[in-house]
């Protein structure tokens, strides 16, 4: 049977010098996750600079995300940011942050879903999933769910207030395992696969959930990028867990971005008005070199529905909890 396909037209791609290149932010409302370290953090600043009325940095524990708001907050003394304990590992976690936010915030212009983790080392989340996958997707699938009635509200509210869902990916997502996603592995360690590949199929999903969302919810702009290779502590612990891929690593580095450049991606897609909703962008804004697995409407359609069943347990006990 001819597998169902879903096209990507390609750009050309664009010239950024980041924070000059954004435009005014007055008035609007941003949530970063991972803003505490590396892409996050400079993605903070960044935006900051642009004067939205609040931006809330996540972190893993209230006291990273304390330290980095307090920190950037002297750098950028205009602009409130407001420390959020998320640990995307734990779905009670995202939950309790969610219901934080949603508690003392109506408004929601810019979700920026920028944190990760890669490890060597197999594992698992709090919730048993794999711990790629239960943290770089399904802890921000289920976030996004969780606060998509607040960027609904800012949307409708305002016709012209563009609300935006960056997901951060990676071009790793095409080393990802045969078929795309190994669905009968993903409450386990999935030792049967490498480390890149662990990664590389939550990376994937990634994609497909924000193509997906964006079909469904066109009222809002939605796209997955990669931010390149990147001088990052995310990419400093995998050269930490073995000894060849350390070796790789630190040769790796000496080619790698500074996160003032990598930077740049994510924050294009956040505020440039040449992003297509649902697309996946390479840097910087070039478009049209997704692998093939995001392509296929089949396995998207299946990730989807994988989704609706895993998190709706959290999403109805939010409902009760308020």
């Not at 509200?153 to 305002?158: E, G, I, L, P, V």
């Not at 935006?164 to 990676?170: G, H, K, L, N, P």
């Not at 390149?228 to 073995?242: D, E, I």
């Amino acid at each position: 049977m001819k597998q169902n396909t879903m096209s990507l037209p390609r750009t050309k791609g664009f010239k950024s010098k980041a924070a000059t290149d954004i435009p005014p932010l007055l008035g609007k409302v941003i949530l970063v996750t991972g803003g505490s370290t590396g892409l996050g953090r400079q993605s903070v600043i960044e935006l900051a600079q642009r004067k939205p009325s609040l931006i809330w940095l996540t972190a893993r524990s209230s006291e990273r995300a304390k330290t980095a708001a307090e920190e950037i907050q002297r750098v950028v003394p205009d602009v409130p940011i407001k420390p959020l304990a998320l640990d995307l590992a734990s779905c009670r976690s995202v939950k309790t942050a969610a219901k934080t936010f949603c508690d003392s915030c109506d408004r929601l212009d810019i979700l920026l879903l920028n944190a990760g983790t890669m490890s060597y080392t197999p594992g698992m989340t709090e919730d048993g999933y794999e711990v790629h996958f239960g943290t770089n997707y399904l802890g921000h699938a289920l976030l996004t769910k969780l606060l998509l009635p607040t960027l609904l509200s800012t949307a409708q509210a305002d016709p012209d207030s563009d609300v935006r869902i960056i997901f951060v990916s990676s071009a790793v997502h095409k080393q990802a395992p045969a078929g795309g996603i190994q669905f009968d592995n993903l409450k386990s360690k999935a030792t049967n696969l490498d480390a890149m590949a662990r990664y590389g199929q939550s990376k994937l999903a990634v994609i497909l959930f924000a193509k997906e969302l964006a079909r469904q919810y066109p009222q809002v702009k939605i796209a997955s990028v990669h931010p390149g290779a990147v001088k990052t502590p995310l990419s400093a612990s995998v050269s930490s867990k073995n000894l060849l891929l350390r070796c790789l690593m630190i040769v790796g580095r000496l080619f790698m971005s500074s996160v003032e450049d990598g930077v740049k991606n994510q924050l294009w897609a956040a505020t440039s008005g040449a992003v297509i909703s649902g697309e996946y962008y390479e840097p910087i804004g070039v478009s049209g070199k997704a692998g093939k697995y995001v392509k296929d409407a089949v396995l998207a359609n299946k990730l989807w529905e994988w989704t609706e069943k895993e998190i709706e347990g959290y999403r109805m006990r939010l409902v009760e909890a308020q």
